[in-house]
């Protein structure tokens, strides 16, 4: 298990390793943003690592895309690509003022 800290809710929760930063949120009914179904496409779900950037999976290359497009330098991750590996993780959601709104991008192939 992986201990993931939300703020500014300052909301601990325990959670099995390989969720993603946003699959905790959503589990958990923290209000996260995201619009492109966890697909690396849109950066609206993406989080500040305040804390245990260590814990987390690697980035991979669309990640790292989706970033550099919209400025995002470390440690900025996205939710849906930052995957909790171990111990304990510290995160900030960016206030957004529009709710989530419904997924319509199709998810990815699976990786073979």
Known sequence: ??????????MRVDVPRGFS???????F???IYHTCGGNASCSTCRVKVLRGAENLSSM???EKQVL???DLPAP?????????????IEVEI???VKP?????TPPLPAKA
Request: aromatic fraction near 6%.
């Open 60 to 62: 991979e290359e669309a």
């Open 29 to 31: 009914h923290v209000p």
């Open 94 to 96: 960016p206030k957004r």
């Open 100 to 104: 989530c709104r419904d997924n319509k």
């Open 21 to 27: 930063v946003l699959e905790a949120a959503m589990e």
């Open 76 to 88: 900025y991750r996205l939710g849906c690509q930052a995957l909790l590996m171990q111990g304990e």
């Open 1 to 10: 298990m992986s201990t993931i800290t939300f703020q500014p809710k300052d």
């Open 68 to 70: 550099e497009a919209f």
